[in-house]
Structure formats: C-alpha cells, structure tokens
C-alpha cells in the first residue's frame, strides 16, 4: 500500500527516457537565440535592462516548474543520481523557452504545455500538444515526447489520488478522465475521416487507457493483504487472509471509488478492482499443493461474496438496471473459475487415493477407507452447495471409471512381465477386485451412478477377476507341481511353505467379506493341490526302492493331516464336502489283507469312476509287502466293480498319465 504523498517509484529507464524527451526540446535554441539577438540590439538600453528583468524572472519561474516536473516522474531512489541531470534539463527547458518566443513576445507553444502538465490541466495540453503535432513545425517529432511526458504525469496524479489523496487530487484527476475521453473522440475522428489508419495505431495517446489499466491493477495488487508460502497448507491462515480481503482490501478499494467516479473512471476502477482480485485468487488456487479443502474455503467465500450482492467489488452505475452489475459479473466469474479448479483438485486426489489404496504388490486397504475417500467430498461440498456436490460427485464417479480401466491395463502388464512371483501377490490383486466391487456396490446406493456407469465397471471387474483368478491358479498349479517333484524324495520339499503361505493370504481374504468368492477359489486351489500330489505320488511310486516306499506312507499321513488343516480352517464345515483321495490311497495301503484291501477299494470306485487300471497298480506299488496273488486279485476286484465315468462328473483321474512301470502294462489282471 502507498502512503499519503508517495510517489509510485519508476525505473531507471524511465527517468533516463524523461530527460531524453526534455533534451529534445533544446535541439532549436540556436536559431532562436540569433533572433533574440537581433531584437535586442533593435531596442534602447533602459527597455534592454527591463528586458533581461523580465526574462531572469521568467527563466526562474521556469527553472522551478521544470524541478517540480522532474521530481513528479522521478523515483525516490533516482532523486540523487539524477540532481545534476534535472538542473541540465531545467537549462534545456529555459533555453527552449528563450527561443521559441514569437516575433510579439508571446508565450512559446512548449512553455504553455509544460505549465499546463505541471498545474494539472491535462486536457489544455492535449489540445496543445495536438496543435503543436499538426501544425506542420514538429519536424523533430517533440510531440510525441510531449504526449508521453503527459501520460507520465497523469499516472502520478492517479498513483497519488489511489494512495489515500483522493480529494486532493479530484481536478487533475478529472481531467485524466477528460483526456481519456479526449483520446477516443480523436481516434474515432481519425477512423471516421478518409486517412489512412496506420498512423492511429501507433499514436502515443492510444495506448493510455491500457496504460491507466496496468497501473491501476499495480497500485490495488500491492495493498493485497500478504498470504506467506508457507501458509498455503494451513486452512487457518487461509481463512484469515480471506478475511482480511472483506475487511481490509476491499473497503479500502469501496473508500476510493468516490474520487474516480467523479472523474468519470469508475468502470476502469471498477474492471481493475476486479482484475487485481481475480488475479489473486487465482493464484491461490493455482498452487499444485492446494487442497481440495482449501480449495473449497476460496470457492465458499467467493459464493457468499456473490450471493449477498457485495459491493465491494463496486459496481458501474451505467449498467443497465435489467443486468447484473459488472461486480456481480465478476464475481459469478471468479466463482465459476474457482468450481473449476476444485473439481479438477477433486479428480486429481480421488485419483490419487485410489492408486494408492490399490498399489499392485501391496496389501489391499479396508472397502471403508476407499468408501471414505469418495464420500467425504461430496459430502464436504454439500455443505456449501447441493449443486456443487452432484458436479463432485460426479466427477469422483469418473475418476472411478478411468482408475479402473488403467488398473486393468496395469493388471494386465503386471501380470505379462512380473508374473506374480509370489502367491500372495496374485491374491492381493484378486482381493482389490472384490474390494473395487463392494465399494461400486456401496457408491450406487449413495451416489447417483448411471445405468451405463455401472455396466462399465462390473464390465471392468468381471474382466479383470477372471484374468487374475486363471492366472493365479496357474501359478499355484505351477509351484505345487514343481515342489512335489522331490517330495517323495526329500526330507524338506518346501511343500509346508506353500500351504502356510496359502493359508495365511486366504485367511486375510476371508476378512474383507468375500465369503462366496473365497470358498469358490478355495476349492478351486484345493483341487488343483490334490490333483497334483496324486499325480507325484502315481509317478514316483514305480521309481523307489523298497525301503524309500516304506516312508512314503508317513509322509502322506503328515501331508495330509496339514492339507486338512489348512483347507478346514478355511472353509468350515464345507471342508468335509471336498474329495479326499489321499485319505482314500491310504486306507487302501494300510489295509492288513488283501480282503480288507478290497472292502476300502470298493468306495474309491465309487467317489472316483475315472479311476483306471494303471492308477490302482501304482498305488499297489506303494505297499511293499503286497505280493503278486493279492494284487491280481485286487486288479480283478477292480476289474469287476469298475464303470464308465459320466462326462459332466467333476473326475480327479481323468488327467493323471502313468508310465509303464516294472510290472508292465500287458493288459492280463495280474499288472
């Protein structure tokens, strides 16, 4: 803010440039100082000594006015360096004086316009200046320099009357307003006529008004209540400089639209008020670190400025009585510009919170806090405005939409180049989907989602779920299977790794409420496990020594104790419901006889009818002191109770390939 009598500093340049226009005044002196000459010499000595009387008063008189020019366009700072240069410059405007008297002795053309600038009368100089440019003697184009010696002076007095001033400053401040003025009637005089529209263009005087803008827009932007950078995270200071803008700016603005509109510049006053704030505030809200909070604090003051008609943004009276004030007008647009970034601050955080909820490769978060995430927004909104909030609504329901569809992609190449080394990996992406699904569900009964939304997203899911759940039990099939290659053979396989780290990552899935979805995958796991041992345990039987098949059996009691255990903690009671062969396998094997043998294979045939002969004679390999009767009449047994598989039954058998073995594979009961 500028205080009472300050003058607004100006560059270097400018004062350099002040004394450039003055300098050029002087450019004709030796010409009229001949003439001078000769008029003196024409007169007697007592009018010769009153003479120079009265041109030394005269050239005092002018001495001061060119001081007081000097230090009206000059910068404080500047006031020093430039002493020497303004006492030369007052020469240049005294000698300039001298000798543009007339053959009468009247007041030369220059002289007459620099008493005008320096008293005020703004308008006289124009007309003058005006004369001077189209009198035909401005040869050296002092005109020019005239007009922008003007201008700098008018921009003072504006600087003067908007420091607090106003009043005393009210006639040369109207008479700024009568220059602009001045200024159109000439331009369009100038367009109206038959010249050539070129020189327009480029007339000093064209450029005033946006002149008298810019500095306007400096002088309210610097009485701008300060907000510090580093209080742009705090939502208190926020508030506060918020605050201080209805209290402090904008009377102090309301307080000095008075002079301005007695001078007839009300409306650029007014475009300027307007411009300075809408400049500010975009700023604020431009910040990359602003939140959606904070945003909403600018959009909500901005609103209540506008709804309560506030005239602090003043209005033009010479808008139409049916119209919005130009105030009100803009209001409405710092208004609208703000709802613009809010929803854009909305999208970029919703956005932002969702990848980071659901980052691949990590943990999946609570359906709540996604919920949260997306409700709190609106919510906020609502608060302010109902129509507000649909518009955040909406556009966090499209945030949703784009998330999911690069998730899809990201699942996708994550899947194609990473391949889920880890189990648990796979499972977490899996868990995201039914995570996304239940929060969908949830933001349709709270949100006002579309038909064609919704399509979308389950679209999205449906696809998605069904890419992970293939390739995760493909995975599981893949590490199973190359874990049970030396299981049989090993003491340590790592089998036991893989079913704790199953069930742990399955026991953290059934606690985002996926029941259904779980016990489907469950199964699913479960039947790919078995299918596997059955098929290592078939293959490695016939390549064992005696005393390695002798251990075989401890070992698949304590597989499947822990395969019961993991699969029963995990599904309940619909555990008991799953095929168990191995359960099976060993009741058959540990059978004391070869009757008992056939009591327990009677229901194998019956849970398993894709059993075949080459499966029952490996798993006859497994009981070393089974001897060659017992087994052909088992193989009979077999052969008698055995039947046809129907398609559609679920068969375990069906895909298990056993080599010939040592007993061959002849076709004859006793293989």
């Not at 007052?90 to 008493?115: D, F, N, Q, S, Y």
Request: contains cysteine; glycine residues 6%; charged residues 25%.
């Amino acid at each position: 803010m500028f205080s009472v009598g300050q003058k607004v500093p100006e560059p270097a340049w400018m004062m350099r440039k002040t004394k450039y226009f003055w300098g050029a005044f002087a450019g004709r002196g030796s010409k009229w100082e001949k003439v001078a000459g000769e008029d003196a010499r024409m007169l007697p000595k007592a009018m010769h000594e009153e003479k120079k009387q009265q041109e030394a008063k005269k050239r005092g008189k002018l001495k001061t006015m060119a001081g007081k020019l000097l230090k009206a366009v000059a910068s404080g700072k500047e006031a020093v360096e430039e002493k020497a240069g303004g006492v030369e410059m007052a020469g240049h405007l005294l000698k300039m004086a001298t000798c543009r008297k007339g053959a009468e002795g009247g007041v030369p053309a220059e002289e007459a316009i620099c008493r005008f600038i320096e008293q005020g009368k703004f308008l006289e100089a124009c007309d003058h200046i005006y004369n001077l440019e189209h009198s035909g003697n401005d040869k050296m184009g002092k005109s020019e320099s005239l007009y922008k010696l003007l201008a700098e002076r008018m921009w003072t007095v504006v600087g003067e009357a908007i420091s607090g001033s106003g009043r005393t400053f009210l006639e040369p401040l109207q008479s700024v307003g009568e220059s602009l003025k001045w200024e159109k009637q000439k331009e369009a005089e100038w367009l109206g006529s038959s010249q050539e529209t070129g020189p327009v263009s480029t007339w000093s005087p064209n450029f005033w008004r946006k002149e008298l803008e810019e500095q306007l827009i400096q002088y309210m932007t610097a009485q701008i209540p300060l907000l510090s950078s580093s209080a742009n995270a705090n939502e208190t200071a926020l508030k506060q400089h918020l605050s201080q803008l209805e209290t402090s700016f904008f009377p102090s603005l309301e307080h000095g639209s008075g002079v301005f509109e007695e001078a007839g510049l009300l409306s650029t006053y007014a475009y300027c008020c307007h411009a300075s704030l809408s400049s500010h505030l975009a700023t604020l809200t431009d910040s990359s670190h602003l939140s959606f909070s904070q945003c909403l604090l600018v959009y909500e003051w901005g609103l209540k400025m506008y709804k309560s008609g506030s005239e602090t943004c003043l209005k033009s009276r010479q808008s139409p009585q049916n119209s919005l004030s130009f105030g009100v007008q803009c209001l409405l647009w710092i208004v609208l510009k703000t709802e613009e970034k809010l929803l854009a601050v909305a999208k970029k955080e919703v956005g932002k919170a969702l990848k980071e909820a659901f980052d691949i490769g990590k943990p999946p978060c609570a359906d709540g806090a996604v919920i949260q995430i997306l409700t709190e927004k609106t919510e906020s909104a609502w608060h302010v405005s109902e129509s507000l909030s649909e518009k955040v609504e909406a556009v966090c329901l499209e945030e949703c939409l784009s998330f999911l569809e690069s998730y899809e992609n990201e699942v996708r190449n994550f899947l194609q180049h990473d391949g889920c080394p880890e189990i648990c990996s796979g499972l977490w992406i899996l868990e995201n989907c039914c995570i996304l699904r239940a929060v969908w569900c949830k933001l349709t009964y709270i949100c006002s989602a579309s038909t064609s939304q919704d399509v979308k997203v389950n679209g999205f899911l449906d696809r998605m779920e069904d890419e992970i759940t293939e390739h995760f039990l493909q995975m599981v099939a893949s590490k199973v299977k190359e874990t049970l290659k030396e299981h049989f053979r090993k003491c340590e396989s790592g089998f036991d790794h893989i079913l704790k780290s199953l069930k742990q990552s399955f026991l953290v899935f059934g606690k985002k409420k996926t029941d259904t979805y779980e016990q489907a995958l469950v199964k699913a796991v479960n039947t790919i496990i078995i299918a596997e041992y059955v098929q290592a345990l078939l293959t490695i039987s016939r390549k064992l020594s005696s005393v390695q098949r002798r251990r075989i059996v401890s070992k698949m009691e304590e597989d499947h104790r822990m395969l019961q255990d993991v699969f029963k903690e995990c599904l309940g009671p619909a555990a008991d419901h799953l095929k168990d062969p191995i359960r099976a396998i060993l009741e058959l094997i540990q059978a004391s006889d070869s009757e008992g043998m056939k009591i327990a294979l009677l229901p194998i045939l019956k849970e398993f009818p894709d059993l075949r002969k080459e499966h029952l004679s490996a798993v006859l390999d497994i009981k070393v002191s089974l001897n060659r009767e017992d087994r052909a009449a088992l193989l009979a047994a077999f052969h008698d109770n055995c039947r046809e598989s129907k398609p559609e039954v679920n068969l375990l058998f069906a895909d298990t390939e056993i080599k010939p073995g040592k007993h061959g594979l002849c076709g004859c009961l006793c293989c």
